[in-house]
């Protein structure tokens, strides 16, 4: 038990409704509902995201920097892709019903359902996790910024992140007009007694709490 807690208050709550809680909304099929401690005050060091998705649409790539994830796959499936800073290399994990994927704290992930009707659980070691989306980094990062550091032409990159107007979080928005067909991880086997897999290339990435 944590001391804090005044397990006598009359305003000690210890259930809740997560489908009351929308962290985020792209449609009635993509969505993320929250439980943490602002909802619920008798949590610890414990929260969750309930995230529903349809085929091709992606939690988009991000950090937890104080909390690590476990995902667990509820129905439909998904490929869960981690950027290992130790390797320098992408993995992607496809999980379904019954499945888990791991991601350490402050690794740099995403999730991107390849069946419709998907429904993950992201469980955190944190009361709140903090989460910093990579849209918000591409759109708030000053461009001469970035066309100094990466040697870019600005006016190009201005125009290549121009329709990234807010943070993301499911994408593709639903605004996007481009002519795209599904995008699913570029894969190959790596270990035969584990179910997943590397992949050479990576991006890589602000700060919100849920």
Not at 18 to 36: E, M
Not at 84 to 106: D, E, H, R, S, W
Not at 137 to 161: F, G, S
Request: charged content about 10%; aromatic content about 12%; hydrophobic content about 35%.
């Amino acid at each position: 038990m944590t001391s804090n807690i005044d397990y006598t208050s009359p305003s000690t709550n210890f259930t809740y409704d997560v489908s009351k809680s929308n962290f985020f909304k792209k449609d009635a099929q993509n969505y993320i509902n929250v439980l943490g401690i602002k909802q619920l005050n008798t949590l610890e060091n414990t929260s969750l995201l309930d995230i529903y998705l349809s085929t091709g649409n992606v939690v988009e790539p991000h950090i937890h920097q104080n909390a690590a994830e476990l995902v667990y796959c509820i129905s439909g499936s998904a490929v869960v892709s981690l950027l290992n800073p130790f390797t320098n290399q992408i993995l992607n994990l496809p999980i379904k019903p019954g499945q888990v994927a791991n991601i350490p704290q402050a690794w740099w992930h995403y999730e991107i359902a390849t069946a419709d009707g998907t429904h993950l659980l992201a469980i955190f070691d944190a009361p709140t996790p903090e989460v910093i989306f990579g849209s918000d980094i591409l759109r708030l990062t000053p461009a001469n910024m970035m066309a100094h550091t990466y040697c870019l032409d600005e006016q190009q990159w201005k125009q290549a992140i121009s329709p990234i107007q807010s943070t993301t979080v499911i994408g593709p928005p639903v605004n996007c007009n481009q002519n795209r067909s599904t995008i699913t991880p570029t894969t190959q086997p790596s270990n035969k007694q584990q179910n997943l897999y590397y992949q050479d290339s990576y991006y890589f990435p602000l700060y919100w709490g849920y």
